[in-house]
């Protein structure tokens, strides 16, 4: 199993230009989020999913939208990006199993907003 | 919503020191889990808490739940120069499912060789 993938490792935007960041688990896993992470921040939640076709909203969602069509993916996309969204951000999944909480994360993309 | 504070929110020891960081919530929690993550890399999962008053161990690391399950602790004995990295402590959110975590600010741990 390759685990949480995520591309791409590294992206470099201009403010105003939209991409998406893609995320996929070969686990079979039913819960998906995203999390960003900023010095001293630590990982704060922006969407995640329950299974295909359920999103929810984190603690900070605004800018970024989501959306869950098949068990795998889980893509995160920027609409328009601004420099407040430079940040390390990171793809979860984990089991459906109740009482076991074990997040598995995806090694990262690298995001500067210029 | 659900908050945790962690702390401290850096430690500097030297090797063969001891290391203790912690987390607590003014709610009572469902379970508490613990997390490593290694300079430039990704958050490991290290162990889950859910009983009150529950201890857990792995090698020279030791897990606390508190009594109240409001507190949360993690030791190292006798660091070591591979303990490096920030240690993050995560909670449901109220009312949440397992894809939704408020993770703590982390604890920076950096050993002396």
């Known amino acids: 199993n390759a685990g949480v993938t995520q591309t791409p490792k590294f992206q470099v935007l201009k403010t105003g230009q939209s991409m998406t960041l893609q995320c996929a688990q070969d686990?079979?896993?039913?819960?998906m989020s995203w999390y960003r992470q900023d010095p001293g921040m630590g990982l704060r939640l922006i969407h995640y999913?329950?299974?295909?076709?359920?999103?929810d909203q984190g603690e900070v969602p605004n800018g970024y939208n989501v959306s869950r069509s098949t068990t795998e993916d889980f893509p995160l996309r920027l609409l328009s990006a601004a420099p407040s969204q430079t940040s390390v951000y990171f793809c979860?999944?984990?089991?459906?199993?109740?009482?076991?909480?074990?997040?598995?994360f995806g090694p990262g993309t690298r995001l500067t907003v210029t | 919503g659900q908050q945790v504070m962690q702390i401290p929110q850096y430690q500097h020891v030297q090797e063969g020191e001891d290391f203790t960081t912690y987390c607590n919530s003014s709610?009572?929690?469902?379970?508490i889990q613990w997390y490593k993550q290694r300079p430039g890399g990704h958050p490991v999962f290290l162990i889950q808490?859910?009983?009150?008053?529950e201890v857990k161990k792995q090698k020279r690391l030791t897990f606390q739940f508190g009594e109240a399950k409001k507190n949360s602790s993690l030791h190292i004995t006798a660091t070591q120069t591979t303990d490096v990295g920030t240690y993050f402590c995560?909670?449901?959110?109220?009312?949440?499912?397992?894809?939704?975590?408020?993770f703590g600010k982390g604890t920076k741990l950096s050993v002396k060789p």
């Open positions: 979860a999944s984990s089991y459906s199993i109740s009482d076991d909480y074990e997040q598995y």
């Open positions: 686990m079979n896993h039913e819960y």
């Open positions: 999913s329950v299974g295909a076709g359920i999103t």
């Open positions: 709610t009572t929690l469902s379970n």
């Open positions: 808490l859910v009983k009150s008053g």
């Open positions: 995560a909670v449901t959110n109220y009312g949440g499912s397992q894809g939704n975590l408020i």
